[in-house]
């Protein structure tokens, strides 16, 4: 398998080879996490910029430790502070970023589409960290990892996505994912946040959560997204759980051996109860910890391809 | 392609190898052999079985993956994918024997040694090689050498096959396309 993407900017755009391959090397990542020397010096000389114009705690700090582990400088910057507040725009920052030297740009942005922008603008590689409710590849990458680090596989299991798909770049960077490494992809949410028109990527669409509750094997919580809901797609947020949290009743019903997942961070009590989350079926820890390795692997895949 | 040593050979080859190594190690002593991917960690296989053989008895094993260690990352283009690295033995302070196939440039055993610095301090590492062909880059030479061929041309290859990896044992130098 010969990798020449230099950036990664959605799993629509992968083939089922790539995404494997990602995987793949990802798996010999992971190792170096238990080295008592966690840092391997393959892209030692290199600089990484996490340019966040959103918030995160996770997805920054992996990229950074990822980054690190490989032996890459950093550079963190933020909207906040930065010249965008005088009004500087995207494609100006970047490259004068990378007019200092810069080999790869991690951003997220709120705007869709604006990783896609980057990387048409700059000459260095772009990894897309979450772009508006388009996608957010190495979160769809990392939860594949992890699935298949469960099962032994992901062809032929049927996971469902919950909760607010509307504005979720995680379910649909999940979505192109799973549906090409062969698995079932169910969307279950409230007709306000999952239109109808997802069933022609392939995928089925329910409002009905507890129709489905008892077939799936993989059950992925979306965070409902308070600060991207408009009050008139969205009634109260005991309405929500009633009827599509994942409460004790509900994971009573489900298979036996029905694997969690939440991508973070968790609204508590609203999508998830805690002693599931917590509970030894959940992946939710799992999944922080490949990604580590998977961001890893895609940060020393897109630095050395040539295009 | 030519085949420079059959199967029948190559069994000896790595006889009179493991004998060379048994005689310059102590069998009552700890001793780690660790194999270079993916052709060195089949034959420090071979190797620890002729050690133990011998009555060697406190053989510890692993297995090293230097991709991430290469200085020519940005150069190879297509990667091979990325293995775990191996060595969940004790090695500081104990005798290391590291294993590769071929030994060429020496680069990928000067990784090796920067990788190895990374996890520990053995008492001592020596290099064992089933084929030394010449070519060096680095000052770096094998205290063990099952073959030595006179300095090959860098457009020729020399591949080890064995039969756990490649269905047959063997070596063949084969003109690279």
Known sequence: MNWNRKH???????SADEIRHVLDTAAGFKEVSNRSVKKVPALRGRVVVNAF?????????SFQLAAQRLS????????????????????????????MGIDVIVIRHAAAGAADLLSRSV????????????????QGLLDLYTIRERFGKIEGLKVAIVGDIGNSRVA?????????????????????????????????VVHDFDSVIGEVDVVNMLRVQFERI?????????EFTHFFGLTQDRFARC????????????????????????????????????????????????????? | MQTVYDQENLSRLID??????????????????????????????????????????????????????RDDLSEIGPKPVIHPTQLNIQIDARPMLLVDDVLFTGRTVRAALNELGDFGRPSVIRLAVLVDRGGRELPIQADFVALKLEPLARNLRVKVQFAEDDGRDGIVIEQIP
């Open chain 1, 8 to 14: 990664l900017l959605s799993l629509q755009e992968l």
């Open chain 1, 53 to 61: 114009f959103e918030d995160s705690t996770r997805t920054r700090t």
């Open chain 1, 72 to 99: 890459a400088d950093t550079i963190e910057f933020s909207e906040k502070g930065s010249s965008v507040s005088k009004g500087e725009t995207l494609i100006d920052t970047a490259r004068n970023i990378e007019a």
């Open chain 1, 123 to 138: 000459k260095c590689s772009v990894v897309n960290a979450g772009d508006g409710a388009h996608e957010h590849p190495t």
């Open chain 1, 172 to 204: 649909r960077s999940n979505l192109w994912g799973l549906t090409k490494l062969g698995a079932e992809v169910i969307l279950v949410g409230p007709p306000t946040l999952l239109s109808k028109s997802f069933e022609s990527l392939g995928v089925r």
């Open chain 1, 230 to 238: 408009k009050s008139s797609q969205f009634p109260t947020v005991r």
């Open chain 1, 255 to 307: 298979k036996k051996d029905v694997f969690v997942m939440h991508p973070g961070p968790m609204n508590r009590g609203v999508e998830i109860q805690s002693q599931i989350a917590d509970g030894p079926q959940s992946g939710i820890l799992a999944q922080v910890a490949n990604g580590l390795a998977v961001r890893m692997a895609v940060l020393y895949l897109v630095a050395g391809a040539k295009e």
């Open chain 2, 16 to 69: 009179r190898l493991s004998d060379d190594i048994g005689k310059s190690f102590s069998k009552d002593q700890p001793l780690n052999i660790v194999g270079i991917r993916t052709r060195g960690e089949t034959l420090a296989e071979r190797i620890s079985r002729g050690l133990a053989s011998r009555r060697f008895s406190q053989i510890g094993r692993g297995v090293l993956d230097i991709t991430l260690y």
